[in-house]
């Protein structure tokens, strides 16, 4: 693994998101934009300087890389053993270091208290209960120093009536083309919350065809909610809360928002 720390804490319990290098290559989207949002939130909201941080649900890292280029100290925690271990070569590959952990969001430890957490892409939607989430809250702020900040970001329904949304793009990178469509919010049971996700990525390389789908569940909550069960699990302040990663875009005044980008602040 080079220079990068890996540990591998605990067997994975899914088989999901195991094809990381198209994954990383679709996704590979507004990130920079995304990756400006937190550093400003860094600046304009913590008590101190930030200078580490935990990417939590990390996946193959795009957030986590690009702030380690910058000069912070990562963490990263994810579910899927495969996925960090393409980010601990991409890690090394670039010649950072950093503690890159396979376990759960709602029960971990790191090795050392960070001054921010972030989870992206909202990877939170793999909780699919109130209990889980109030786990993870409690996990998190145990990672942060006091005044630490926790950015991420939600899905959340802009409509009643059909809040399904689909997506469909392609890129490339060097010969090799994906080809990628997502859907979020479809079949929304109203009492859980809980939803399906479905992905497929089309990987067309040097005249060969592989394709790869994935279709899990996943859960939106309601930003009242959200507030409740963040006094729920203690620990946190809520700070502000935006539509998408724009910080002009407060929720309250913004029309149609279909993300929610939270910030809290430990207590
Ligand atoms: C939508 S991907 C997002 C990955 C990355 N944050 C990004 O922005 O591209 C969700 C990630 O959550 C991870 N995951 C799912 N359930 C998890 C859990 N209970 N604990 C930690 N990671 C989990 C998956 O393995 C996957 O890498």
């Given at each position: 693994m080079g220079r990068s720390a890996l540990r591998l804490r605990e067997k994975s319990r899914i088989r999901e998101y195991s094809a990381p290098r198209f994954y990383e290559i679709a996704f590979d989207l507004n990130r920079k934009g995304e990756v400006d949002f937190l550093v400003h939130c860094f600046k304009r909201f913590s008590p101190r300087r930030v200078r580490s941080v935990v990417d939590i649900a990390c996946g193959?890292?795009?957030?986590?890389?690009?702030?380690?280029?910058?000069?912070?100290?990562?963490?990263?925690?994810?579910?899927?053993?495969?996925?960090?271990?393409?980010?601990g070569r991409r890690l090394a590959a670039n010649g950072h270091e950093g503690e890159l952990v396979v376990g759960d969001m709602t029960n971990f430890r790191l090795a050392r208290p960070v001054d921010a957490a972030i989870c992206m892409q909202d990877s939170q939607g793999h909780l699919l209960t109130n209990d889980q989430l109030v786990a993870h809250l409690k996990s998190v702020a145990r990672c942060l120093k006091r005044g630490g900040l926790y950015v991420f970001d939600r899905y959340m329904a802009s409509s009643w009536t059909n809040p399904a949304r689909r997506w469909s793009w392609s890129k490339r990178r060097g010969r090799l083309i994906v080809r990628a469509s997502f859907s979020a919010l479809n079949d929304v049971d109203p009492v859980s919350q809980v939803f399906r996700e479905r992905m497929t990525l089309e990987a067309i390389e040097n005249g060969t065809r592989r394709l790869y789908r994935q279709n899990h569940l996943s859960r939106m909550v309601f930003p009242q909610e959200l507030k409740a069960l963040v006094e729920l699990a203690g620990g946190f302040e809520f700070v502000q809360w935006f539509f998408g990663f724009k910080p002009w875009q407060v929720l309250e005044r913004s029309r149609h928002p279909i993300i929610m980008v939270v910030v809290l602040r430990k207590k």
């Open positions: 193959t890292g795009p957030h986590l890389m690009r702030l380690a280029d910058r000069g912070y100290a990562m963490s990263g925690l994810d579910l899927s053993p495969r996925n960090i271990e393409f980010l």
